[in-house]
């Protein structure tokens, strides 16, 4: 697994426990093309290929349109990406672990660039509350599906 940048600008990690076996949680994970279904502040995404490294997909997230590839894909356990958007660069990790029964999926991002660097301060709240938002999202879509099977 490529890891984050820990001297970029920009980074932030963030866990959340989810109540639904490990495969359910994957493949809301790892269904781009359905994550706009039920990750409000995302539209347009598309994998181009297959759910493998160096696979790209492209999507827009506060109407900001990324351009990114796949550089880890390993069931149930760990799937990243790097992204391209406004001379940035970021890198974005999702690692899952059984607990108790239920799974905890922690997330790493590092962003950098000129205007990580400049704007510092505002991206390192935005990234949090963005990874905050995301999370409970998927903790509520991977709960709701598990409660109506």
Not at 53 to 79: A, C, M, Q, Y
């Amino acid at each position: 697994m490529k890891t984050i940048n820990q001297n970029a600008p920009v980074k932030c990690s963030k866990s959340i426990l989810i109540n639904a076996r490990p495969d359910k949680v994957w493949a809301v994970m790892t269904n781009i093309d359905h994550w706009a279904d039920w990750q409000s502040d995302i539209s347009k995404p598309k994998l181009n290929g297959k759910l493998a490294p160096n696979s790209t997909f492209d999507w827009k997230t506060g109407g900001v349109r990324i351009h990114s590839t796949l550089h880890t894909v390993e069931p149930f356990s760990h799937f990243g990406w790097t992204g391209k958007t406004m001379g940035m660069f970021a890198i974005h990790n999702w690692t899952l672990i059984e607990k108790n029964g239920q799974i905890q999926v922690t997330v790493d991002e590092s962003m950098e660039g000129f205007l990580a660097s400049l704007l510092k301060k505002s991206f390192n709240k935005n990234l949090e509350r963005d990874m905050q938002h995301w999370l409970d999202l998927l903790k509520k879509e991977c709960e709701q599906s598990n409660q109506s099977k």
